[in-house]
């Protein structure tokens, strides 16, 4: 199975997303997921510069022998740039055996462990009123399991809520995404503000609406050990399925403090890269569920193992699954969150219309549950038309300030 071809497609439906297509001398073909939000052409350079000339007459049925070539062989190991590379062939790799043998890829990772993936999506408003209105049309489109966010009295924008009350599943693209623009945009912060205002907000949304719903709350990097410990044992009696990087995680020792105080369940791991950087809170179980995408982590061959390693330890999964994750990454996070035994949860945002007409996939959503699909290999195609319909455009995540013009985590 000797790699043809390789080409990294840059296409822009409502957001950015850079596809590696590796093709074999057969004519099987394979999708790898490379986008890095705010980013991507970092990871476009890293692809066609050097690792496309290196790919092609190598033998694509090695996946593991190619992991490490990529991996050892250039020296300069892990960080986000090198590790989207490496997923994105990774990914191509597995797409491809699953096609050569008529096989979706979960069943190559060991079969189905589940009959599907519980998921959840983000609910948010600026008011309690829009917060109320975004659960409910979550509930409404058979999400199980909400993620809650919500302004804070005082300040202007905050990251993750939408800035409209048109907060409906699938038509918000005004937050998360990168914003397309020369220059990233401003928020602001306050910490203080934040921790007195959000355990309110989760005792009113459980009034409202019930003990049994899973909330999950991304505290996105912004508190000290002290204030995350604080803010833990606060939320405590709305029983949270998790509150996600309550620090900035890769001051892994921060996380021992936080546990001493409260039994909130921790995830953490969107911004890391390998093993080593879970090797800390692994081990001494600082964490409850990890949080990578298989496409900032290496790719499924990778991503297991981190997956396996934390199932010693009762850890169980929760793949990042914003829409920066294209439907090809999406599709790798399915498969493998069928297959392994720790399947926690997955995040599941929903890509807008376009990108659903340049990657047509064979998920399927139901009852609140994702499933891959049979499909041989990872089931999803990109229609080279559609994908040229839509060039790439600039764009750049936000960062934020506190009152004083400090520069703080966003
Ligand atoms: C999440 C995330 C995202 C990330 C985004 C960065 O939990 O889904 O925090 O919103 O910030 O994916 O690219
Ligand atoms: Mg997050």
Request: net charge negative; aromatic share 10%; glycine share 10%.
């Amino acid at each position: 199975m000797i790699i043809d071809r390789a080409e990294v497609i840059v296409t822009s439906p409502d957001r950015n997303f850079v596809t590696l297509k590796l093709t074999t001398e057969e004519g099987l073909s394979g999708l790898g997921d490379a986008t890095l939000n705010g980013r991507e052409l970092a990871v476009v350079s890293y692809l066609r510069d050097h690792v496309v000339p290196i790919l092609v007459g190598r033998d694509g049925s090695c996946i593991e022998d190619t992991w490490q070539f990529l991996y050892r062989g250039a020296y300069w190991r892990r960080g986000p740039i090198t590790m989207a590379a490496i997923a994105a062939v990774d990914m191509a790799l597995w797409d491809i055996k699953g096609k050569a043998a008529g096989m979706p890829v979960y069943q190559l990772l060991g079969g189905a462990s589940r009959r599907g993936l519980l998921a959840y999506g983000h609910a948010s408003g600026k008011s309690q009123e829009e917060l109320f209105d975004s659960i409910r049309a979550h509930l409404e489109k058979g999400y199980h399991a909400i993620r809650v966010q919500t302004g804070v009295p005082g300040l202007k924008a905050i990251y993750g809520i939408a800035s409209n009350a048109t907060n409906v599943v699938g038509q918000r693209y005004d937050h998360e995404p990168a914003q397309r623009g020369a220059y990233p945009r401003e928020e602001d912060w306050d910490t203080r503000a934040y921790l007195r205002h959000l355990p309110g907000v989760f005792e009113a949304v459980r009034n409202e609406f019930g003990p049994e719903l899973p909330l999950l709350h991304d505290g996105h990097h912004r508190m000290t050990p002290i204030q995350a410990a604080k803010l833990g044992k606060a939320l405590e009696p709305y029983d949270l399925f998790w509150l996600e990087d309550c620090t900035p995680a890769e001051n892994q020792e921060a996380l021992r403090l936080v546990r001493q105080h409260t039994t909130i369940p921790l995830a953490i791991g969107e911004i890391f890269n390998t093993v080593w950087d879970y090797q800390q809170i692994i081990r001494e179980q600082l964490i409850d569920y990890v949080r990578s995408a298989v496409t900032h982590t290496g790719g499924i061959s990778h991503l297991k193992k981190v997956l396996e390693f934390a199932a010693q330890y009762q850890i169980k999964s929760g793949m990042h699954g914003p829409t920066d994750i294209s439907p090809v990454g999406m599709a790798a996070a399915m498969h493998l969150g069928l297959a392994i035994h720790n399947f926690g949860i997955q995040e599941y945002m929903q890509h807008s219309e376009n990108a659903h007409r340049v990657f047509q996939q064979s998920f399927t959503w139901r009852d609140g549950m994702l499933h891959p699909g049979d499909k041989p290999g990872l089931g999803v195609e990109l229609d080279r038309d559609e994908a040229g319909k839509y060039p790439y455009q600039r764009a750049y995540l936000p960062y934020n300030r506190l009152a004083d013009g400090t520069i703080h985590d966003w």
